[in-house]
């Protein structure tokens, strides 16, 4: 069995002035895993992602990548950042470049890429994006969507490890949505790790493996998807609920109508195919 691609071992953080943001937590991430990080405003989300790529440095524990504690060195911080990209909260802390194409480009010239290579992985994120009609734009002209997708193309042209999201969906329309997990899929598929802040608990149960619950700083639940039904109803002071795809199947069972016995449907689309397919035995009591 491999270890963790990413692990935070007793992890703290408190920032200047006395905020002390994240308390010892002990988590991993399973290479080419699907994570997703929930916890209310404040909780710690950023602070973590911060940390786990280096751009902050712990007050006390370590990460480690692939088994190694991060080195804080320019050369550590150089390697950890090429395998391990964050798309940041703010959008605009993102992009620094004057046209996209420039800006997508500036990870990978920074690798010490060779000038060809450079343009064929800029290229390829532009397509995967659905960016190439944009790439001359200004990065100060996109809109808000477009500066995510534009923030998310610049890190898959460094070809990282892991990709840490901090809330990606956020203002993101519906389409965007839908391309925006299609292409996730896709990276999963090339067996990239990735971890995913959002506030969305629908979004969290159809997309992740395993998710992580934050609560001041402190973590306070880790669990497969399967088991959202057991913990989420465990934290009090988590405000979400359960999914909403969950409340229907638990409505749905208290009115005697159960909805078979294969792998419970994880989004809204598997619920109308399972509600489909067992409606016609509802039918049959029914007589
Ligand atoms: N630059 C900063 N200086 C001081 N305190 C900060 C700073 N950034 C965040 N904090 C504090 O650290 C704690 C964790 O903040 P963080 O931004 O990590 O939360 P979050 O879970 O990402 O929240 P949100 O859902 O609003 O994005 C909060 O109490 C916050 O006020
Ligand atoms: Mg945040």
């Keep these: 069995m491999t270890g963790p691609i990413l692990e935070a071992r007793a992890l703290s953080f408190r920032y200047p002035g006395g905020v002390r943001a994240l308390d010892g937590l002990d988590l991993a991430f399973a290479p080419g895993s699907r994570n997703v990080v929930l916890g209310a405003n404040g909780a710690g989300k950023s602070t973590l992602f ?83 009609d944009l790439a001359d734009r200004p990065v100060h002209a996109l809109s808000y969507g477009q500066k995510r997708r534009a923030g998310i193309a610049g890190l898959l042209a460094m070809e990282p490890e892991v990709l840490i999201l901090d809330e990606p969906t956020a203002g993101l329309d519906h389409r965007a949505q839908g391309e925006f997990f299609e292409l996730l899929d896709t990276l999963r598929a090339d067996g990239l790790t990735v971890i995913l802040s959002t506030h969305s608990i629908d979004l969290a149960y159809a997309w992740a493996d395993r998710a992580f619950v934050l609560e001041r700083g402190r973590l306070v639940a880790s669990c497969h998807a399967h088991e959202f039904p057991e913990v989420f109803p465990t934290l009090p002071r988590f405000g979400f609920g359960l999914p909403r795809v969950i409340e229907l199947q638990q409505a749905l069972a208290s009115c005697g109508l159960s909805l078979g016995d294969g792998p419970p449907p994880r989004d809204h689309a598997g619920l109308l195919r399972a509600i489909g397919d067992a409606s016609l035995s509802w039918e049959y009591i029914e007589e």
Excluded: C, W
Aim: hydrophobic share 40%; aromatic share 4%; net charge neutral.
């Design 50 to 132: 911060m940390l786990l790529n280096g751009v902050l440095r712990p007050s006390g524990g370590q990460v480690f990548l692939n088994g190694e504690a991060l080195d804080y060195g320019r050369a550590g911080l150089r390697k950890v950042r090429s395998k391990v990209g964050i798309l940041f909260q703010d959008p605009d802390a993102q992009l620094v470049s004057a046209d996209l194409r420039e800006d997508i480009s500036f990870g990978p010239m920074n690798l010490g890429l060779d000038v060809a290579t450079v343009r064929r992985r800029v290229e390829k994120a532009l397509v995967d994006t659905h960016l190439e």
